[in-house]
Structure formats: C-alpha cells, structure tokens
C-alpha cells in the first residue's frame, strides 16, 4: 500500500501533519479554532471530495486524545444528552448529505455563534441538557456539510459555566461523539478511507502532541482571560462563515 495518494505530494503531506500538530495545540489552549483551521488548510490541498469525511477522521483521533487527557474535567451528564441528539442528527445527516446549500447553512451558523457569544444569556430552558441535546443534533446534522462545527458546539457549552478546563474537556468529547458519528456515515455512503491511512495516522499521533502542549498553556490562562480569548476567537471564526457563506451566495454556489 502506498504511504500517500497519488493526489498529495511529500510537501502537501508535511504542511498536513505540520497544520495538524498547530491547529491541536490551538484547540487544547483556546478551546477552539483548530478544526476550521485545519479543515480551510486541508481545502487548498486535499480533493474535494475528501474533505470533509478526512478531515472528521483526523479530528476524531485529535478529540480522543484530548479528551483523553482531560477525562477528570468532562460533564458526562452533557455529553450523554449531546450524544442522544448526535444520532438523531446523523441519522438526519445521512439521508440529506448532499441535497442542502452549503452557502445557507455557513450563514445561519455564522449568525447562531455571533448571537450565542455576545447576545443575552440564554435562560434555563435554553442553557440546559435539553439545550445540549438539540445542539447535538443540529451541530451534528450540520458537520455534514460545513465539516467543522466546534464554534457551534462551543458556543451550546458556553453559557454552562463549565470553566476552561470544563469546556475544553467536554467539548472535545462532544466532538468525539460528533466525528465518530460523521465517519461511519460517510464510510456507509461509501467513502474509502483506506488510501489516506497513513496519513492521518501520522496526523493524528503529531496532534496528540500539539494537544499536550496546549493543556500545559491552557492550565496557565485565567478564566476571564480564556473566557475574552473565546469570545475573539469565535466572533473571528464567525466572521469568516459569514465572509465564505455570502461569497458562495454571490457567486451563486
């Protein structure tokens, strides 16, 4: 078996597990940005096609090891509600993969973000398990299409008061469920990921040590300033789907 498609260069290959171990680092300090980053690098290289279900895979075994780390800090009542509403969505997902606007949907999740970040707080019928749940299902219905959705996810976790350490954790076991979830439905459409194995495994293991790196820095950042550097961050991603969103609007994509 060949160790790289016919598609990517050795180049291609190293800016991959390069961006890989950068966007996990990103992801363990900050507690978001590293998927979209990841995913907006691997547009210029990767085919088309492989996008989203490759980009799932890498992101599945970065969460795993994330959450992995930070097993002590995840609310596993939330994420049992999160993955209720994951399967429901997946199953969604799956029927209706390929016959919604990619364009809609980057701007609606640009919108939900910017309003969850700096709109009112959300009461306790919103900011609650059941608020969780549906997020779950929408975010995982939604990955189908734009790949990744950790802004949106982090903003659901983020009216909880779960802390940096809190949410980070619970977020990446989240994505966990929400990737899984993602793989098994492309593989059942047919996707064959074997050609990319190698790959993504190396991806995966250099990730792993961007995310050690950046749980050591995230236990030094205080929580008003996790909190603003969140809040930048998601405005910035958002900004971005509304850029990516209009433009293909425009263009009539």
């Given at each position: 078996m060949d160790l790289l498609p016919?598609?990517?260069?050795?180049?291609?290959?190293a800016i991959l597990v390069f961006t890989s171990f950068f966007t996990s680092l990103l992801t363990a300090a900050a507690g978001i940005g590293?998927?979209?980053?990841?995913?907006a690098v691997m547009a210029q290289i990767v085919p088309a096609v492989a996008i989203v279900p490759i980009h799932g895979v890498v992101q599945l075994g970065s969460n795993i090891?994330?959450?992995?780390?930070?097993?002590?800090?995840?609310?596993?009542k939330l994420l049992l509600y999160f993955l209720g509403g994951s399967l429901i969505g997946a199953l969604v997902g799956g029927q209706v993969v390929v016959s919604l606007p990619v364009a809609y949907l980057?701007?609606?999740l640009a919108v939900f973000i910017l309003y969850a970040t700096w709109g009112p707080k959300p009461g306790?019928?919103?900011s609650s398990e059941k608020g969780v749940a549906v997020g779950g299902a929408i975010s995982t219905l939604l990955t189908m299409f734009v790949?990744?959705?950790?802004?949106?996810v982090a903003a659901i976790l983020k009216p909880l008061?779960?802390?940096?350490?809190?949410q980070v954790a619970t977020m990446s076991a989240c994505m966990v469920v929400q990737h899984c979830l993602k793989v098994l439905v492309f593989g059942l459409l047919g996707f064959s990921f074997s050609a990319y194995l190698p790959l993504v495994g190396l991806m995966i293991v250099i990730g792993f040590l961007g995310t050690i790196v950046g749980r050591r820095l995230l236990?030094?950042?205080?929580?008003?300033?996790?909190?603003?550097g969140l809040n930048i961050i998601l405005t910035l991603l958002a900004v971005r789907l509304l850029w990516s969103g209009g433009t293909l609007l425009l263009s009539g994509g």
């Open positions: 016919e598609s990517l260069s050795v180049l291609d290959a590293g998927g979209v980053t990841l995913l090891g994330r959450a992995s780390l930070m097993r002590g800090d995840i609310n596993w980057q701007l609606i306790a019928a919103v790949g990744a959705t950790g802004p949106f008061g779960l802390g940096r350490m809190g236990k030094k950042v205080s929580e008003d300033s996790f909190k603003l």
